[in-house]
């Protein structure tokens, strides 16, 4: 079993940064791909990045590249997401996800996902 638990969400003025981490707990040798996905209450679930655990090949959605950057940190079992230029439209909840073998491009198909990390943009 895999557990992820995130932090680094809260409040910012547009254009504003926030930096969130994820650090998966357990059995974590079989995790290729480790990803961010975001929600707003009501709508549906939609990618935000990914990146692979071996290789360190990245997606990121389009209404986030040139803003936001993922990253991770082997040794500390870290993954993060660095949001810069933050827009009021990215309020959502954020949640960190893992898998085995590939990234879904459905979010709903993570193996496995963090309890989530509000983050809440003011205009």
């Known amino acids: 079993q895999v557990q992820l638990v995130e932090s680094g969400g809260g409040s910012v003025q547009a254009g504003g940064s926030l930096r969130l981490s994820c650090v998966a707990y357990g059995y974590t040798y079989n995790i290729d791909c480790m990803g961010w996905f975001r929600q707003v209450s009501g709508e549906e679930r939609e990618v935000v990045a990914h990146?692979?655990?071996?290789?360190?090949?990245?997606y990121y959605a389009d209404f986030v590249k040139g803003r936001f950057t993922i990253s991770q940190d082997s040794a500390k079992g870290t993954v993060y997401l660095q949001m810069n230029s933050l827009e009021p439209e990215d309020t959502a909840m954020y949640y960190c996800?893992?898998?085995?073998?590939?990234?879904?491009?459905?979010?709903?198909?993570?193996?496995?996902r963090g309890q989530g990390t509000q983050v809440t943009v003011s205009s």
């Open positions: 990146i692979y655990t071996v290789g360190f090949g990245t």
């Open positions: 996800a893992a898998d085995t073998l590939r990234c879904p491009t459905d979010p709903n198909e993570y193996k496995y």
